[in-house]
């Protein structure tokens, strides 16, 4: 599989500045192929989405994070407010991403295999049945008016299962200090609006053939042990 | 609620520009259907006052000014049958239901509508709706095939005056449009209190309408708007909108009419 990552430029950056280390980002490389999770989401999709929508927030972050470091080394306070807001979405976008990525698995990887142990008997209590999670989660998607998510969190103070719903490019965690995503699905129209166009719930339904659980399950048994 | 601000500023385009619909339908209540809009009526319904009268539809799709394929090749016919046909028709058909079921509101115009439903700045779920039906309204009229290029006269003047020079206000709208997040529009407005031209940027469904403030240019930014022609490249769409698409006629119209309402120069009257 050919390698996506961008060469990170850590090195190159450490050593023009001499005294700090600044930690650059980079875009994670997916763990299958672009064409992989067709029909439920096209390669086209997941090209652009990878490439261009996941790569400019990468690209955008690190540029952020370089202005945030100057601005805080010349003690540039309202510079470094200014950029809060560039900062939450670039880095949400990316943080986002990565773990949307992990959520979504090849069917013969295992994606859409309803989910087993301790996250299983979780949703079932909490939620009555894995049917009944997947409609709320849908209706929540298709309801949310702009762009944004829609995250199955567990709260790990509470260990409960939430279902939430974050704008643009916030994370789970705005909505929540101590939620932490199991599974977030992408409900910005270029996830999947060359396929599915304006048919937003048709996306909704289709997405779970490719969900992964295995990986939402291993999250949930280290938060809830 | 200030009538003035009220009023239906399709009317001063529409003689001109548009090639079918009505106003909004304000004293259809209990009368006939309206068969073009899509929502039939059966004849029987009518002629029994003691049934209760159906209200058949609120307000209708309006149609853009041009044929779908007419902004070829900088936004594709594709675009249009789905962004108008089926995004801006789903916002009509979805504001006729929530109006079916509690329609207080109904009666209003609909930059009222939108202005009650915004409900300053908690908006009543009719506000969505509303909202995207005007705005996209207006973003159809605010594009003319042969589009681009430049406002001339009092436009130009006044745009000048606002922001030094036409290269600088075009340079900010487009930056303004390049650093917005998520869904979102770009505005070219006339201030109604500081009496000059800016650009604004809103989210979601928010328009100028909300703060008073009178719409001279309106851009689209939702990723539907620009997905099909131009999948990521939004700077590629901003800039085609800037140079060929935007209609300095339509904004010329619009500036006119704002001037009934905004005094934008004080007469150089001599001090005695």
Redesign the interface.
């Known amino acids: 599989m050919a390698l996506r990552t961008l060469v990170s430029r850590k090195t190159l950056r450490t050593s023009s500045l001499g005294l700090r280390g600044l930690q650059t980002f980079s875009l994670p490389d997916l763990p299958y192929d672009y064409g992989a999770l067709e029909p439920a989401i096209s390669g086209e999709i997941m090209q ?1 989405h990878h490439q ?2 996941h790569q ?1 927030y990468v690209t955008n972050f690190n540029k952020a994070i370089e202005q945030l470091d100057g601005a805080a080394s010349k003690g540039d306070a309202s510079t470094i407010v200014k950029l809060q ?1 560039a900062i939450k ?1 670039n880095g949400g976008g990316h943080v986002n991403h990565s773990i949307f990525w992990k959520n979504l698995a090849p069917v013969r990887e295992g994606g859409g295999e309803p989910p087993k142990g301790s996250l299983g008997w979780a949703i079932d209590n909490h939620f009555g049945s894995l049917d009944a999670l997947v409609q709320k989660i849908n209706a929540e998607g298709a309801a949310l ?4 998510w829609v995250w199955l969190g567990v709260d790990k103070e509470l260990k409960h299962l939430v279902v939430e719903t974050t ?3 916030d994370p789970l965690v705005t909505k929540g200090p101590n939620l932490v995503p199991l599974l977030g699905i992408d409900v ?3 996830a999947y ?2 396929q599915y ?2 048919v937003r719930p048709d996306y909704l339904k289709n997405i779970w053939k490719v969900i992964n659980w295995k990986y939402a399950g291993e999250v949930y048994e280290k938060e809830c042990p | 609620m200030n009538l003035l601000s009220c009023s239906n500023n399709h009317c001063v385009l529409s003689s001109s520009l548009v090639a079918a619909t009505d106003p909004p339908l304000k004293n259809l209540k209990v009368s006939i259907g309206v068969p073009r809009f899509g929502f039939g009526h059966r004849n029987g319904s009518l002629r029994n006052n003691h049934r209760v009268s159906k209200i058949v539809a609120y307000y209708g799709l309006k149609n853009p000014p041009y044929k779908l394929d007419a902004l070829e090749p900088y936004m594709s016919k594709k675009t249009l049958e789905v962004h108008w046909g089926a995004h801006h028709r789903g916002y009509v058909e979805a504001l006729n239901k929530q109006l079916a079921k509690n329609d207080v509101l109904y009666g209003c115009t609909m930059e009222e509508l939108i202005k009650v439903a915004y409900n300053n700045g908690n908006p009543l779920p009719e506000f969505n709706n509303a909202a995207q039906v005007w705005n996209h309204d207006f973003f159809w009229e605010s594009m003319q095939p042969g589009g681009g290029e430049m406002p001339t006269l009092g436009l130009l003047q006044q745009i000048e005056k606002d922001f030094a020079s036409f290269t600088n206000f075009k340079d900010k709208f487009i930056e303004a449009a390049l650093t917005s997040f998520g869904s979102a529009w770009v505005w070219l407005v006339l201030k109604r209190e500081k009496k000059c031209l800016a650009i604004v940027k809103t989210s979601n469904a928010v328009n100028p309408l909300v703060w008073n403030d009178i719409p001279i240019i309106g851009l689209d930014l939702w990723e539907h708007a620009y997905y099909l022609d131009y999948k990521n490249d939004k700077a590629k769409y901003v800039n085609t909108f800037m140079n060929h698409l935007v209609s300095w006629n339509a904004a010329a119209a619009r500036m006119a009419r704002a001037q009934a309402f905004v005094n934008l120069g004080e007469p150089k009257i001599p001090v005695a």
């Open positions: 652009l261009k929508h400019t807001s979405f008016q702009g762009s944004g704008a643009n490019q910005w129209e270029h609006y060359l166009k304006n």
